[in-house]
C-alpha cells in the first residue's frame, strides 16, 4: 500500500520542513515564511522552496502545525478608538483596505477588534493574554495607551502604526509626519501667506507631535517667529476642526493660513471659516493632511499632505508575518525591532 507524499522522505516518512529547507539551500525559517505567506520573501527564494515542496510531495498539516506551534493562524487588528470613529475617518478604511490586500493571497485570518473603553481594553488584554492570535496590529495608538507595553510583556508579535514616541519599543510603520507638516507650512509660505496657523491633532499621538514640528521649522527657516497664538490643539474630528477654527479667528483674525492635522479637521475648519465670511482660498488659504477623498470632494477641493495608508497597512503585515515567522520559543528575547517610515507628498488644489 502507497502513501501520498512520502518523496523523499528519510526512511519513506512524511518529507520534514527541514528537508525541504535543505533542498531548497535556504533555512527553516525562510521554508516556514514561504509557507506561511509572508511577502518578506524574494522571488527566487520562494520559487526554490516551492519546487523542493513539490520535489518532496511536502504537505504543510496546517492543524496539527498550528497546535504544536500554539498557532491560530488569526492575527488581531486592533483599534483603541470608539466605533464611530474608525467609521467616519477615511484613515482607518483605507489601513485596512491595504492590510486586507496584503492578506488576500494568505492563509491567515483577521480579526477587526475596537477597544476604545476601559472595559473593552480590559476584555481584549485577557482574549491577548490567552495567546488567541498570532500577531496584532496595533492603529492610532495614544501616548498613555497600555496595549503596546501588554503585547511586548505577553511577547505577542506586534506592530504599531505610528510609534508613541522616538524611542517606540515595538516595530512600527509611519509616514513621515515631519516632512509632512514642513512641505504643507512651505507651500502655503511660498504662495505669499505670512500669518500661518496650525489645528493640531491630539496633543498624546506622537505623529501630530512631529506634524508640529514640521510647521515650527518651516516657519523658523523662512525667517519668521512662531506666534504661539496662531497654534490650537485639535483631535482630527470635524467638530474638533470647527472649535479650532473658531478660537483662531477670535484670537487672531488677521490670520491669512491655515495647516490643519487631518482633512476631516479642515472641513470642520472650513465650516467656521464660511460661518465667519472668509473666503477660501482668498482671504484665507486651507491646506488639510491625508489626501483621502474628503480632500477631492470638498469645496474648494483642498490642498493635502498624501499620506501613503495603504501602502502603510500593507508594510505592517509585512513585517508582523516576518516577526511572526522569526519569533523565537517562549521565554527568549531579542526580536529585532525594525522601524519603517514612508514618505508623504503634497497634493496641491484650489483651497490654497
Given at each position: 500500500m502507497t502513501s501520498h507524499g512520502v518523496r523523499g522522505g528519510r526512511g519513506g516518512g512524511r518529507p520534514t520542513l527541514e528537508e525541504v529547507a535543505v533542498r531548497a539551500g535556504v533555512g527553516r525559517g525562510t521554508v516556514s515564511r514561504v509557507i506561511n505567506g509572508s511577502p518578506r520573501v524574494s522571488d527566487a527564494t520562494r520559487a526554490a522552496v516551492q519546487a523542493a515542496v513539490a520535489e518532496l510531495g511536502y504537505v504543510p498539516n496546517t492543524a496539527a502545525r498550528a497546535l504544536a506551534a500554539n498557532r491560530t493562524d488569526s492575527i488581531a487588528l486592533v483599534v483603541p478608538e470608539p466605533e464611530t470613529r474608525f467609521f467616519a475617518e477615511p484613515y482607518f478604511?483605507?489601513?485596512?483596505?491595504?492590510?486586507?490586500?496584503?492578506?488576500?493571497?494568505?492563509?491567515?485570518?483577521?480579526?477587526?477588534?475596537?477597544?476604545?473603553?476601559?472595559?473593552?481594553?480590559?476584555?481584549?488584554?485577557d482574549y491577548l493574554s490567552a495567546h488567541r492570535v498570532d500577531g496584532v496590529l496595533l492603529v492610532s495608538t495614544h501616548a498613555d495607551d497600555p496595549l503596546p507595553?501588554?503585547?511586548?510583556?505577553?511577547?505577542?508579535?506586534?506592530?504599531i502604526s505610528g510609534p508613541r514616541s522616538a524611542g517606540e519599543t515595538l516595530t512600527s510603520v509611519d509616514s513621515d509626519n515631519y516632512g509632512g507638516g514642513r512641505s504643507a507650512v512651505e507651500h502655503l509660505l511660498a504662495r505669499g501667506r505670512r500669518r500661518v496657523a496650525h489645528i493640531t491633532g491630539r496633543p498624546d499621538v506622537y505623529g501630530a507631535q512631529r506634524r508640529v514640528d514640521g510647521y515650527r521649522d518651516a516657519l523658523r527657516d523662512a525667517g519668521l517667529e512662531v506666534d504661539e497664538l496662531l497654534i490650537e490643539p485639535g483631535d482630527f474630528t470635524e467638530e474638533g476642526g470647527r472649535r479650532a477654527m473658531s478660537a483662531l479667528l477670535s484670537r487672531r483674525p488677521d490670520l491669512d493660513a491655515v495647516f490643519a492635522a487631518s482633512d476631516v479637521t479642515a472641513a470642520g475648519a472650513r465650516h467656521s471659516l464660511r460661518e465667519a465670511g472668509r473666503r477660501i482660498p482668498s482671504d484665507v488659504a486651507l491646506v488639510g493632511y491625508d489626501d483621502s477623498a474628503i480632500a477631492r470632494h470638498m469645496d474648494p477641493p483642498l490642498t493635502s499632505v498624501r499620506q501613503p495608508i495603504e501602502e502603510m497597512g500593507r508594510a505592517m503585515i509585512d513585517l508582523l508575518l516576518t516577526e511572526i515567522a522569526d519569533r523565537r520559543p517562549a521565554g527568549t528575547r531579542g526580536l529585532e525591532r525594525r522601524h519603517a517610515v514612508l514618505a508623504t507628498e503634497l497634493v496641491g488644489r484650489e483651497s490654497s
Open positions: 478604511s483605507d489601513m485596512l483596505r491595504g492590510v486586507g490586500a496584503e492578506l488576500a493571497d494568505t492563509e491567515w485570518q483577521l480579526l477587526l477588534i475596537f477597544a476604545g473603553s476601559d472595559r473593552k481594553r480590559q476584555r481584549l488584554a507595553d501588554l503585547l511586548d510583556r505577553l511577547e505577542i508579535p506586534a506592530v
